[in-house]
């Protein structure tokens, strides 16, 4: 499964950005998909996750409310609105794809067996 995250940039706060994570290759509809992001001199953190069916959904609290995940199998993307967005949320973002990710599991990056390249968002005050 290869991943390549893209749709980052500048914005100002408030604004919004919407994340894309297109997966060309493997069975891709067959992966739970998250964002993770991390900020310089901090740990990557999870952001949100769909299930491989798109039925089920997780995000971290501190974007619940104004980020929304989803996915579109038939296209093998997974995409990322972001609303609201303020300047916490600066960092570099990450898709990851896993096989074996659940509930228990689904905020640890390390539960993900396949990550993109990360995209730069920077939200100014």
């Known amino acids: 499964v290869q991943l390549q995250a893209s749709g980052g940039g500048l914005v100002q706060a408030g604004g919004s950005l919407r994340l894309s994570c297109p997966a060309p290759g493997g069975p891709f509809s067959r992966y739970t998909v998250g964002w993770f992001r991390q900020a310089p001199e901090k740990e990557r953190e999870f952001v949100a996750a769909?299930?491989?069916?798109?039925?089920?959904?997780r995000c971290a609290d501190s974007v619940k409310g104004r980020f929304t995940i989803s996915r579109d199998n038939a296209k093998k993307t997974v995409s990322l609105q972001m609303n609201s967005l303020k300047p916490e949320d600066t960092a570099v973002y990450y898709c990851?794809?896993?096989?074996?990710?659940?509930?228990?599991?689904?905020?640890?990056?390390?539960?993900?067996?396949?990550w993109g390249q990360g995209t730069q968002v920077t939200v100014s005050s």
């Open positions: 990851a794809a896993g096989h074996g990710v659940i509930t228990s599991n689904i905020l640890a990056p390390s539960a993900y067996d396949y």
């Open positions: 769909i299930k491989w069916n798109g039925g089920s959904t």
